[in-house]
């Protein structure tokens, strides 16, 4: 089983910029996209950006669209979110996820979650 391992969570000034790691520690094939979700507290879980892996197709939601960017280092496996402008109503647990493309979308795969970082935006 492939495992996600996130990083680069913490604290961070409103207006300031974080930049979140992913590492798959192996292969994702035969999936072939992944997704950065986040969840704050008592908030569903959203997907917020994905990529298709060694591809140029990407998704961004509206909340984050023009403030975040997700990259891939496709060596490395490692996918990257890079995160600007950040506001207090981005505090939430950020997870990354390998899946499968659709839709626009990466729907994860069950068990390809990674154990998410934190990630809070004081005003």
């Known amino acids: 089983q492939v495992q996600l391992v996130e990083s680069g969570g913490g604290s961070v000034q409103a207006g300031g910029s974080l930049r979140l790691s992913c590492a798959a520690s192996?292969?994702?094939?035969?999936?072939?996209?992944m997704a950065w979700f986040r969840q704050a507290p008592q908030k569903e879980r959203e997907e917020i950006t994905a990529?298709?892996?060694?591809?140029?197709?990407?998704y961004y939601a509206d909340s984050v669209k023009d403030r975040f960017t997700m990259s891939q280092d496709t060596a490395k496996r490692t996918v990257y979110l890079q995160m600007s402008s950040l506001k207090s109503e981005d505090t939430a647990m950020y997870y990354c996820?390998?899946?499968?493309w659709g839709g626009g979308h990466c729907t994860p795969s069950i068990g390809y979650w990674g154990q998410g970082t934190q990630v809070t935006v004081s005003s």
């Open positions: 192996g292969n994702i094939y035969p999936r072939n996209c």
């Open positions: 996820a390998a899946g499968n």
């Open positions: 990529l298709i892996v060694g591809g140029p197709m990407r």
